[in-house]
DNA sequence: CACTCCTTTCACGCGCCGTTAACACAATTC
DNA sequence: GAATTGTGTTAACGGCGCGTGAAAGGAGTG
């Protein structure tokens, strides 16, 4: 599950309800000890920062964030027009910002496109709630990170890179396995079935087997 | 100077203002082609495109725009709000974005952002508790320095170059140690390894393994 | 040359994970 | 409904990738 920093407690009401539409967890802390010692297991994916009432905390909190051990959280702020100047003097100390009173969709967008992407011209595989980074290969289902093993991985990647198609076993040893392969072809149906158990049983049917020609994800188009 | 590119024609009236102001240059184009002939010597340093009008071949254009081999530019999508949901199915086309109609002074600490964030010449990296003077060829963990030999600060230094992405040691041999290099490729094992004993026992998670794969600073975002 | 520090290579061992086989079950054909 | 073919499921083997320690080159210094 994603974790969300909210920064202070009075922004919460306004942020928790896109936050839980977007099925992500959150907690309000106040100064930086409070999220030091809240911190879950996974670490925060992002963090919101409301800056209007106290500009410097705001900022302090920012910078801790920044500082820690795993520096892969991003940093959205919250900021009425007359604050905004105020950025421009911090512009490392966040990844983007919201004005504020903000439209809920604006912010769900804007959550949206920082906690899938990372910072930086990446290559990113998505289909549906299925999101893969070649560069760090890392895998996502539902803003959940899934640990696949190597092979599990380059095979979700080929059958990702072109959705709705079939591949027989015999393609996919080739391409996958590399074209001087030489196994049995149940192989890949037993990476397959691991796929869909690491999926998780509500997403296990991404993967579609076509009787006696092979597996495709996602569906057909026009069934 | 840098350099904007604009799409399409209409949007230039509410842009050219801010872009004006900024000091940068900026020229409107309506379509792919003529997008490609006008292109300045130093390449676009960001894209301003306007989805209203013409979605479809908004985004055309922007995918273009990353396709292209100088893959540096940054893209900014003006959209109104009833538009937005259409962004989310094309996450990775843009970095940024603006709600219409939007506030100048908006526009413009967005296009500050993303403008200034990209050419970093900074001749300090940081990366959570780790910082490397490029200069001096010193670096710090938790702010003690850290006692490195040239091999083990030249690996250290392009991995923190581009944190959570993942480098083979084939890649690693030759962007490092250089493209005529002829030896083994567990050298770098044994690289990463004194890297991770000299970080401390503390920090020796900052560089993760990806079997068969290869190494990565940092564990990207979606852990 | 003697000494030290850095780099590279080799060998060993452990643990992961890719592969296979065997069986159960579902689908198709007659 | 039986026979046949195709797929799901599970468990166990075995290879190989990687961490680890040690020791052999190589370069610089006095």
């Not at 027009?81 to 004005?99: I, K, Q, S, V």
């Not at 504020?100 to 709630?129: K, M, N, V, W």
């Amino acid at each position: 599950m994603t974790s969300v920093l909210v920064h202070p407690q009075g922004a919460a009401t306004a942020v928790a309800k896109v936050l839980d539409l977007l099925g992500a967890s959150w907690k309000t802390v106040d100064d930086t000890t409070e999220a030091a010692g809240s911190e879950p297991s996974g670490g925060w994916a992002g963090a919101i920062v409301a800056v209007d009432d106290d500009p410097e905390r705001a900022f302090e909190l920012a910078r801790w964030v920044r500082s820690r051990e795993q520096a892969t959280t991003s940093i959205l702020m919250l900021v009425s027009a007359e604050l905004l100047p105020e950025l421009g003097d911090h512009t490392t100390l966040f990844d983007d910002f919201c004005l504020t009173p903000f439209h809920p969709a604006e912010l769900e967008a804007r959550l949206d496109h920082l906690l899938i992407r990372s910072d930086g011209d990446d290559a990113i595989i998505t289909y549906g709630p299925l999101s893969l980074n070649v560069e760090t290969y890392q895998a996502m289902i539902d803003r959940r990170p899934l640990d696949l093993t190597y092979m599990e991985y380059e095979l979700l990647r080929y059958l990702t890179a072109s959705p709705g198609k079939v591949f027989s076993r015999e393609i996919l040893l080739s391409e996958v396995w590399g074209y001087d392969y030489y196994g049995g072809a149940r192989t890949v149906d037993v990476h397959i079935r691991r796929l869909r158990s690491k999926l998780g049983e509500e997403h296990a049917n991404l993967i579609s087997t076509v009787r006696s020609v092979g597996y495709r994800l996602g569906q057909a188009k026009w069934t």
